[in-house]
């Protein structure tokens, strides 16, 4: 039995959403969450997976992580310079009988001029999604989902400009 690698993405209606997903297919529709903004959403294997954008309770930015990758969220806490991204990656297994499958997520922030966001992947793969801009948040968001993000070994991100200029984080 082969393992389904059909994915249903779901993004903020003012945001496309492009997400590198080997030989992955992939729906863009529109959706909002009661409180919360969903940026990403799909299943893998029979499982749901989820990320939406929110207002923490105290005060800042926050993403949570849903389904598959529940478990927490990441807390927008600024950018530490020299980068120009703010992400966290993750990993989760997919299991349905006898089948199982590896999936990675990169989640994070972006600063609010950067358009475009980019993944080196471990094997040299360079894959790229849109910077979410959502009204009222003071940072963009990005996810990256697929089956081989993480591998071994370093990863590279970096945030571009619609001038494809690269971004650089300044300190608030």
């Keep these: ?3 389904s690698r059909r994915l249903r993405v779901v993004v ?3 945001a496309l959403l492009s997400i590198a997903l080997s030989s992955c297919s992939v729906t863009v529709t529109h959706s909002t969450a009661s409180g919360r903004i969903q940026i990403a959403s799909g299943r ?3 499982h749901s997976w989820g990320f939406a954008a929110y207002h923490f309770p105290y005060g800042g930015t926050a993403i949570s992580y ?3 990758f529940a478990g927490g969220g990441a807390r927008f806490a600024g950018f530490s310079v020299p980068e120009d991204v703010d992400a966290s990656a993750l990993h989760a297994t997919a299991s349905s009988g006898s089948v199982s499958e590896e999936v990675d997520a990169v989640v994070g922030f972006a600063p609010k001029d950067a358009v475009v966001v980019t993944l080196k992947t471990p094997d040299g793969t360079m894959l790229r999604t849109p910077a979410l801009a959502i009204t009222g948040f003071p940072v963009r ?3 990256f989902v697929g089956p081989t ?8 991100l970096a945030a571009y400009t619609a001038s494809g200029k690269r971004v650089t984080a300044r300190r608030a």
Aim: no cysteine; aromatic share 8%.
């Design 1 to 3: 039995m082969t393992p």
């Design 12 to 14: 903020s209606a003012a």
């Design 44 to 46: 893998v294997n029979g």
């Design 66 to 68: 849903e389904g598959l």
């Design 141 to 143: 968001f990005f996810v």
């Design 149 to 156: 993000l993480l591998g071994s070994g370093p990863s590279r």
